[in-house]
């Protein structure tokens, strides 16, 4: 291992300049990012890899998380750490994936990007990567993090916040990993144990896991509709508050309840950004509870998605993926 960091641009704003029809990829982005960079006291050395085919943010798909945790593991003996460029509007869900597929990461793995692009005025790339690159230098061991604005945050525990402001990104249920300020605060006691290597990179079907909103006049119909697709293995239920459902809606708890019996891991997250799931708190919570439904604790949309996405691809038996769900494998989840 080299003391080198491998910078990995994967697309988004910071990557784009101003054309007639919008911002759009800039050629020759790497080339730009090295003059800009060049001659800035204390930077770790760094390599730069671009996707051959960048990634627009809004675009993203399961696919492409195997895509770049390739990138990253092809490489992974012969860096320090690694800084992955990406688009803001799915970074969250980028770094929840990553998380996941490199358990007991011994090194650091973290997102940034920028909220303006980085050949316009006022932009915020040149602080977020500098930034970054530091941190992928210095952290004691593994974390797969994303850093904006000032804060580091765990990725799977990190959701966008903010579509205009440059501290874009919060984590409602978990702490910051570090601040950057005048000096670099990393809260070591915070970052997650070094442990032994556990990489997958499964091939995603991205038809195989969705999302319902639990809504006024949501009913069976809407969940029968879904569970029709043969290709759903898995159902990320965004719940009102502590984890409850409408009970007075005739059907939607045996609409359910088919789901689960046709072999759907059904996973009960809350709407709420702060807070966790108590399924047993009120009659309708445990009514899911007894279906089979699993609760997901505090995390977040974008961890609970990834997980069972990943949980999905690589145990495949609904019974083992419900076991494995309710069960933190690298700190999404308190």
């Known amino acids: 291992m080299n003391e080198r960091i491998l910078v990995l641009h994967t697309g988004g704003t910071i990557g784009m300049e101003r054309g007639t029809d919008g911002y759009r990829p800039m050629p020759g982005f790497g080339a730009v990012l090295r003059r800009h960079l060049d001659g800035v006291a204390g930077l770790p050395a760094f390599d730069l890899v671009e996707l051959a085919q960048p990634i627009d943010s809004a675009n993203l798909?399961?696919?492409?998380?195997?895509?770049?945790?390739?990138?990253?593991?092809?490489?992974?003996?012969?860096?320090?750490?690694?800084?992955?460029?990406?688009?803001?509007?799915?970074?969250?869900?980028?770094?929840?994936?990553?998380?996941?597929?490199?358990?007991?990461?011994?090194?650091p793995v973290i997102l940034t990007g920028a909220q303006v692009p980085l050949v316009e005025p006022r932009t915020d790339a040149l602080a977020n990567l500098q930034s970054a690159l530091l941190l992928a230098d210095s952290l004691p061991h593994g974390e797969v993090g994303v850093f904006f604005g000032r804060q580091l945050l765990r990725g799977n525990r990190s959701t966008k916040a903010s579509s205009?402001?440059?501290?874009?990104?919060?984590?409602?249920?978990?702490?910051?990993?570090?601040?950057?300020?005048?000096?670099?605060?990393?809260?070591?006691?915070?970052?997650?144990?070094?442990?032994?290597?556990?990489?997958?990179?499964?091939?995603?079907?991205?038809?195989?896991?969705?999302?319902?909103?639990?809504?006024?006049?949501?009913?069976?119909?809407?969940?029968?509709?879904?569970?029709?697709?043969?290709?759903?293995?898995?159902?990320?239920?965004?719940?009102?508050?502590?984890?409850?459902?409408?009970?007075?809606?005739?059907?939607?708890?045996?609409?359910?309840?088919r789901a689960v019996a046709r072999g759907v891991v059904v996973v009960n997250r809350t709407q709420c950004s702060h807070g966790t799931?108590?399924?047993?708190?009120?009659?309708?919570?445990?009514?899911?509870?007894?279906?089979?439904?699993?609760?997901?604790?505090?995390?977040?949309?974008?961890?609970?998605?990834?997980?069972?996405?990943?949980?999905?691809?690589?145990?495949?038996d609904p019974a083992q993926v419900r076991a494995r769900f309710g069960t933190a494998l690298c700190g999404e989840m308190s």
Request: with cysteine.
């Open 61 to 107: 798909q399961p696919a492409q998380w195997t895509a770049i945790a390739r990138e990253l593991v092809t490489r992974w003996n012969d860096y320090r750490g690694f800084v992955v460029l990406h688009g803001t509007d799915t970074m969250a869900w980028t770094a929840s994936a990553l998380s996941f597929m490199l358990q007991g990461a011994d090194r």
């Open 164 to 257: 205009t402001a440059f501290e874009a990104f919060a984590s409602p249920n978990a702490a910051a990993l570090a601040e950057v300020g005048i000096t670099l605060n990393v809260h070591a006691q915070r970052l997650q144990p070094a442990g032994a290597r556990n990489f997958r990179l499964p091939e995603f079907d991205p038809r195989a896991v969705t999302v319902l909103t639990v809504h006024p006049g949501l009913g069976a119909h809407q969940v029968d509709a879904l569970a029709a697709d043969p290709a759903l293995r898995g159902l990320v239920l965004c719940s009102y508050g502590a984890g409850n459902l409408p009970d007075a809606e005739p059907g939607l708890l045996d609409a359910l309840a």
């Open 277 to 316: 799931v108590m399924q047993g708190a009120y009659a309708t919570g445990a009514a899911l509870h007894r279906i089979g439904v699993v609760p997901a604790a505090d995390m977040t949309l974008e961890a609970a998605f990834a997980k069972l996405h990943v949980l999905l691809a690589t145990d495949g």
